[in-house]
């Protein structure tokens, strides 16, 4: 790898700092397709050539995949490293070592917050002060230093403005540390000359100012190109036919998401698969068939060998059968809840396209997946909440005396059609050609703010298409 400037004097810095162990962590950012990857992957070779322990971490599963399929093989997510200190399981691994460096991937997304209610228990999500206080408390090696990686012009935490894991001012004064911060400049995912790398520069700022101007229209060349939202799909089914795993259609809500997926399905759909009868699902076209592609949401199989996570692209290559579970929580007519789910066999599809060689049995939620009538909205709701329907449920049950029937072979995975997806979902991918839709940039809640556009511009490799833009307006 031949580093460019900014690379170089980053690993430089880095070999000092491990010499001499007398900082606390470092903080690399640098905008999609600057190299951090490669560069976390040369440091670490450093670390084992001088000896010094090192573990790669990713907020979620599915970058920590992305980490191990760049063949930084040690790759885990925040949540299984933590638990693994916490139970002490690492302990003597780990303690042959008199140094350690943790590189923590992705940290943009790593929140420090808490919302308050009046009416509710506050939501609370301290993951920043989780993983200092239980490194320190728990982890065996005297001399650590962390490298928070990532890039502080994408979405931040949904609870923040800011990336708290990439301010190393917030990092310094809220837990007494030392560090230091780098920034790569250039970027080699596009070429240097693209009016994609020109147009993401403009939304590179710290500030979330949502009254930005945007660049007009005129100010853009062929090389990004302005459609119309009919031809939207159309569009996307051009590039699909070349290679249906190498394009995305990015929104701002799931409500433009689920439209398109649906547009999309409805025109792949070869027909009724005499699997479901005809009150389990709204229209017929929506019914999973081989062939298609899913994002997963939420987890709860374990699968140690070929472990899911969420974010995760699959795609179908055959179908099962499909099943009905009736979960009650109440003696009325009203708390009694259908649940329909079905049984697929898929493979994952990493973030270059490439369908893994292993596939493995799930059974997913279609309820989730096509927003089924059989639940009502707030029924559905539960599903996008932390926990999922089957943990109000169960903390129902803790909390009453009533009866509660639970099927505990229910344990779906969550999934929704992963041709359309929306900014957020988007965030630490990469396809080589994206069709951004800007509706709903101008709403009540105000316009998109400036991480989101750049977040999503990013994404692209080498094809910009982009509908509804605001235009400066």
Known sequence: MKLDKSQSIFIDNFIEEINKFEIDFMVLTGPAGSGKTEIIKKATDICKEMNIGYQC??????AA???????????????SWLRGLKLRALHEELQKFEKFVFFIDESSMISNSAIIFED??????????????????HFPVDKVLFLFVGDQNQLPPIKHDYCPALDIEYLEYRYGLRGKKHELNVIHRQNTDSKITEIAKRFMTTSQDVDIKIPAIESFDESIQFVDDKDVVSIYFDLYFQNKHDVKIITATNKKADYYNFMIKERLSTGETQRYEPFQIPNSYLEPQKGDILQLFEN???????????????????????????????PNKNDYIPFIYQNLKVATVSENGKKSGESQEIAISVDHMVNSFNLTSKEYEYFDKKGSILQEILDFKAKSNK????????????????????????????????????SGFNNEGGHLPPSWIYTAITRTKSNLYIANYPNGE
């Open 57 to 62: 971490l990713a907020f979620t599963g599915r």
């Open 65 to 79: 995949s992305v980490l191990r399929s760049r063949g930084l093989s040690n790759s885990k997510t925040i949540e």
């Open 120 to 137: 509710r228990e506050p939501d609370l999500d301290f993951k920043l002060d989780e993983i200092m206080w239980t490194t320190y408390r």
């Open 300 to 330: 709860s199989y374990i699968n140690k060998d070929y472990p899911l996570y969420n974010g995760q692209f699959l795609e179908i290559l055959d179908i099962g059968d499909v099943e009905e579970v009736i979960l009650s929580k109440g």
């Open 403 to 438: 009866s509660i029937y639970f099927d505990k072979k229910y344990r779906p995975v969550l999934v929704k059609y992963g041709y359309s997806i929306t900014g957020h979902k988007a965030q630490g991918g990469g396809w080589g050609n994206i069709i951004i839709d800007f």
